[in-house]
């Protein structure tokens, strides 16, 4: 399956590198501003309740007034609570996190309709956009007052080490708008999805560690945080916290999105140079 998708982002380069290059070309670059929002093991249900502010740039550019490759710096904050779940397992549990991220994307998109900018007939389009990126991130928790940084802590049983990375990969994928507002400016409001190669975004993945190898290893704080687990009405607590018991889930990796609104310049020709006829 790796080896097909491998091929299929390869075809399509190539495809669109044989394009014919009609229409306008050229660079566009600028800024986004919007939200970021995380999706994982603490918000299975994908609710939208933790937005935060988020923010980067653009540089964009055009092969025709179709095809473009668009390269984006992004950051932005996610973070998650156990005690703002619906499930009464998950609030028993009740763990949390936050997690600056520093992304950086390369994509290609297509637009629905012939774009071409200062066109009075062709100045907006709807487009579609897949790729990849590759981002930083450090999974904190709240303790005693104060942000303290996990993957240090080995929450999981790491040994020494053996702690996950705090860089990853992600495909990256979504919808968007764009429409001219001046003959060189335009505003583009986009979706952008998120699918991580990693599954500790949020520094949960598998399973409880033992307190007492963690206690040996890590210290106290890495075992108030592994385990935070509350008596909640309904829920067997017997299980929670217990050496090698379902902590988060493995197999599915973490998600982040970026909802985004924008300003990008263009630095093209504005008009195709007139062919003479004699």
Known sequence: MVKMNRLGALVWILLIGSCPLWGQRG????????????????????????PHLAGGVVARFNFNNRVCVKFSG????????????????????????RSSIIDGAAQIEFNFLPYTHGSRDEYFTPYLF????????????????EWVDLRPLGTEGQFRGEEYYTVSGTFVYGIGLKFDVTPRWSVNLEFSARNAFTDHLDDVSTVYADSRDLLRQRGPIAVALA????????????????????RG???????????????????????CPTISRK
Do not use: C, I
């Open 74 to 97: 992004n950051y932005g904050e996610v973070s998650a609570d156990d005690a703002l779940s619906n499930n009464v397992y998950e609030r028993a549990r009740n763990l949390s996190f």
């Open 27 to 50: 660079w566009e670059l600028g800024g986004w501003l919007g939200a970021s929002h995380y999706f994982g093991d603490l918000n299975t249900s994908y609710s939208l309740r933790s």
């Open 130 to 145: 897949g790729g990849f990126s590759a981002f930083a991130f450090n999974p904190q928790a709240q303790y005693q007052g």
């Open 227 to 246: 385990d935070r687990s509350l008596d909640v009405p309904g829920v067997d607590n017997s299980q929670l916290g217990r050496p090698g018991s379902q």
């Open 249 to 271: 889930n493995a197999n599915n990796k973490d998600h982040f999105a970026f909802l985004q609104a924008g300003m990008v310049y263009y630095f093209g020709s504005l008009r």
